[in-house]
């Protein structure tokens, strides 16, 4: 079974920096696409950034320069660099990733979610 468990979340005030992870356990053939998405309270959940296998990147316009998308394919992990944080980036930021499963089967994946809250 495939699970994505995202870590590093937690408080920071505003201006200050955090670093997520999502790591992919279990069974599967190889990791295309990663991604992560936030959700804040009573909101839409948004794309944050995406990251293709070959490292390619792509970001919201709102964190472009200040995030940072990554990957350690050896790992099966993703990460977020967050820089000069908001209290508007307060928000579940959730993994998700398109993962082959089998040669001829490839299915997106979540994790649950880490939170992170900006004080002003």
């Known amino acids: 079974q495939v699970q994505l468990v995202e870590s590093g979340g937690g408080l920071v005030q505003a201006g200050g920096s955090l670093r997520l992870s999502c790591a992919a356990s279990g069974r599967f053939v190889s990791i295309n696409a990663m991604r992560w998405y936030r959700q804040a309270p009573g909101k839409q959940r948004e794309l944050v950034a995406s990251?293709?296998?070959?490292?390619?990147?792509n970001y919201a316009d709102s964190m472009k320069g200040r995030f940072t998308i990554s990957r350690d394919n050896a790992k099966n992990t993703v990460y977020l660099q967050m820089n000069s944080l908001k209290p508007e980036d307060t928000s579940v930021y959730f993994c998700n990733a398109d993962i082959r499963t089998t040669d001829y089967y490839t299915r997106g994946y979540w994790g649950k979610g880490t939170l992170v809250t900006v004080s002003s």
């Open positions: 990251i293709s296998s070959g490292g390619s990147t």
